[in-house]
């Protein structure tokens, strides 16, 4: 028994729990509230995708007659598909390994359309391992039986999503109440079946819902409604990012026959005061809650009590969760963008909010961006060690709106300092702070990827996007990172207000060259959508746009609009994204841009060797004093001896720098040696007090002359490009 049952509506990710649950659970263990959460999504899909799941569907009554090829063949197949269904789950939760054999073999599993891109496999698959190549087959299989539950089964049914279309800009709650209210979907059925169970297990006196996106608001209504209508005394709550941007002026009463209480924003004191029982004869404190007071909504912010801050809202507790039968995935054989749905990644959060929180398309307005709270590395490793020790997982992903560079570092000192092996990603901005230094670094401490917004790459759109970088700035730190050998994904935007049909295809041009010269790895293209709580949103008339205005009783978040150009720039979508594709798999750099689309589109006026010519190298004897500088490796051997040449003799010093990968020898004058193998010494990357170039200098300037020459000697700058030093 416990006091809160948490639980994550179907459906997010297959390979991971969505972390909300998680961080709330950690922060209620801090005030010794119990609760259990469930991620119902990944039960509800493995109780799909098994034997008896696989027996249900098939054995439903179908007119072969009426449905499609692919259908008629997936259940000619059907005896195929429940016979493998189980051991493909096993071997995609990493429990069945040695399948994978089987699987490539390509006469294991039965294939229906989604195998029709496998024409040519070493496009396909790269260079990928034979796990990753099978996991990607397994994948295809997976979404075959998916298409074949959408055209027979349930229609809203999706891996990552349900009935999303219902959630999506729903600025009336009719379509959803109705459907709520219909009769229980195949898949409703599994889910509220396995709801009961856990209530009959837990008996909670409140269940919250952590809703995330529109796919699972329809779900979590569905469950609330069981709920009120088979344990009447449980009180329910929704939260989470699809009420936070979307449910702030609801209007509609018939909300709350569902739910009694949906709070917004940070969840941590609105829910506390929820739980926490008022003295009868005081009022009722509430913090960003909606609730039905005097028979109407009403919206409640009467506490004086301040949001508790970052260091004290505890570390993500993922307990409960079956962190052992989530499904890895690869839907794209690229091995950036599998980060998204394969492997388990513990999730964490740098800082609160953003520290640029300018960008015009975002919801700068609402406080999780607006309000910027970073977390000190120290804490955040402590949590990062605290996870490890409760999960066995060592993959972080630091969900961050942009981290900052700064903690970044920091966080990658700290790693380093307590010999931590984890590896992690994170999301950015492309600041020129990305030095190849702080690239190598993070590298170093175990980052494996970024992703960040390019959005338009057109200098003029950056600009009015308030972006804060330009094309010419992204391309030298994708090259920053993908030379110390981070991947790097970029989100790409089309349709901004005043976009031109030339600037959109320029910003392919950009794309493709970014690609074809090696750095950038993934991309994904979506239009621009404008929000009510972003810059555009609130002032379409500055940027050129007309809003559709609603009545809003329900959601609020997609705001329909005229862009005045007039230019339909849903047409660009498929030529956009495939190209995309092949670029992403390495291929048809030389096409011309035209062939990716087929209605007539200007020509490219961006020249083809424009990224080329960004990545020239600069002249890099920059000396700035305030520059901190570490040394990663200060254990050089190192061996005196004396050169003759011309009856001339010095006294020299061999240092031999021992890498991971390789091995570094350099040649000093032996006083000079002794006083950087001092140095090394004094300020390695255990030495929390980092050490500025300025310092440096005066110090060796007491014993030598000239510290810059020697700074910029080819000895020290071949330590500077191999690691040993880091300038940061």
């Known amino acids: ?71 008629q063949r997936i259940f000619a197949l059907r005896n195929e ?41 070493e496009f396909a698959f790269g260079n990928m391992g034979l796990q990753d190549k099978a996991k990607h087959l397994a994948t295809l299989y997976l979404e075959d039986i998916s298409d074949y539950i959408v055209e027979n089964i349930d229609s809203d049914f999706g891996f990552s999503r349900y009935a ?25 059925e599994i889910t509220l079946k396995i709801l009961d169970e856990k209530l009959a297990l837990i008996q909670p006196k409140l269940v919250c819902f952590s809703v995330p996106f529109p796919g699972n608001l329809y779900s979590s209504f569905r469950c609330a409604k069981f709920i009120k209508e088979n344990y009447p005394d449980i009180t329910t709550a929704m939260g989470g990012g699809f009420p936070n941007t979307e449910l702030r002026e609801i209007k509609d009463k018939r909300v709350f026959e569902f739910f009694d209480f949906i709070t917004l924003d940070d969840g941590e004191l609105p829910l506390e005061l929820i739980i926490n029982k008022e003295e009868l004869n005081s009022e009722r404190t509430y913090k960003r809650t909606f609730l039905i007071e005097n028979e109407e909504i009403t919206y409640k912010n009467n ?24 499904i890895s995935v690869i839907e794209v054989a690229n091995p950036m963008h599998s980060l998204w749905s394969d492997g388990r990644w513990n999730k964490l959060t740098m800082a609160h909010g953003c520290y640029w929180g300018k960008c015009t398309f975002c919801d700068i307005s609402l406080d999780y961006i607006r309000i910027y709270e970073p977390v000190s590395a120290k804490i955040l490793v402590d949590r990062m060690e605290e996870i490890i020790a409760k999960t066995g997982e060592t993959g972080f992903h630091f969900v961050d709106e942009a981290a900052p560079p700064a903690l970044m570092r920091e966080i990658a000192l700290e790693i380093l300092r307590r010999n931590l092996v984890v ?68 989100y790409l935007m089309y349709g901004y207000p005043t976009q031109t049909i030339q600037e959109t295809i320029d910003s392919l041009e950009m794309v493709r060259q970014l690609f074809e010269m090696g750095i950038l790895q993934s991309g994904f293209w979506h239009q621009f959508a404008m929000t009510a709580h972003s810059p555009v949103g609130i002032n379409p008339e ?31 979508s498929f030529g956009l994204k495939k190209s995309l594709f092949n670029y992403m798999h390495g291929i048809n750099f030389e096409l011309p841009l035209q062939d990716w689309f087929d209605f007539k589109i200007p020509r490219t006026t961006v020249h083809p060797d424009y990224i080329h010519d960004c990545l020239l190298e600069e ?60 140095v090394m010494h004094e300020n390695s990357i255990i030495n929390p007090k980092k050490i500025i170039l300025g310092q440096l200098k005066t110090n060796f300037e007491e014993r030598f002359e000239d510290f810059e020459l020697f700074w910029f000697s080819k000895p020290i700058q071949q330590l500077k490009e191999n690691g040993v030093i880091l300038i940061l």
Not at 55 to 63: G, Q, T, V
Not at 95 to 117: C, H, K
């Open 81 to 121: 598909y429940i016979k493998t269904i189980d051991q493909v789950i096993l071997f995609l939760q990493n429990q069945n390994p040695t399948l994978a054999r089987q699987i490539f073999s390509m006469n294991f599993l039965p294939e229906a359309s989604r195998f029709n891109q496998l024409d040519d496999m």
């Open 423 to 490: 590896t992690w990603w994170t999301n950015i901005r492309f600041e020129k702070s990305f030095t190849q230094d702080l690239c190598f670094l993070l590298k170093l401490s175990g980052c494996v990827a970024v992703s960040g917004g390019l959005e338009v790459a057109s200098d003029r759109l950056l600009k009015l996007i308030d972006k804060g970088v330009s094309v010419d700035q992204v391309a030298k730190v994708t090259r920053n990172f993908t030379e110390s050998g981070i991947m790097v994904h970029a």
């Open 164 to 188: 999303e279309r219902l959630g999506k800009s729903a600025n009336s709650f009719d379509e959803l109440y109705g459907k709520i209210n219909s009769k229980e979907t195949f898949i409703d």
């Open 542 to 572: 500055e940027y050129g746009v007309i809003p559709v205005k609603q009545e809003i009783l329900f959601a609020n978040n997609d705001i329909d609009f005229i862009d005045k150009t007039g230019i339909d720039h849903s047409k660009f």
């Open 619 to 678: 002249n890099d004897l920059k000396f700035n004093t305030n520059s901190k500088v570490t040394f990663l490796d200060k254990n050089a051997i190192k061996e005196d001896f004396i050169k003759t040449k011309k009856g001339n003799s010095w006294e020299l010093s061999r240092l031999t720098f021992h890498l991971k990968t390789n091995i570094i020898k350099i040649e000093l004058d032996q006083e000079k040696a002794n006083w950087l193998m001092r």
């Open 303 to 326: 506490s004086t009590r301040h949001d508790y801050r970052q260091v004290q809202v505890g570390t993500p507790d993922y307990s409960d969760l079956k962190l052992n039968q989530y």
């Open 1 to 71: 028994m416990k006091d809160l049952l948490l639980i994550t509506p179907p459906f997010t990710q297959l390979n991971t729990p969505y972390p909300a649950t998680a961080y709330i659970k950690g922060f209620l263990n801090t005030k010794n509230i119990s609760s259990y959460q469930m991620d119902l999504g990944i039960e509800v899909i493995l109780k799909l995708f098994s034997r008896n799941g696989l027996h249900k569907i098939f054995d439903k009554e179908i007119d072969t007659k009426d449905i499609s090829e692919n259908s």
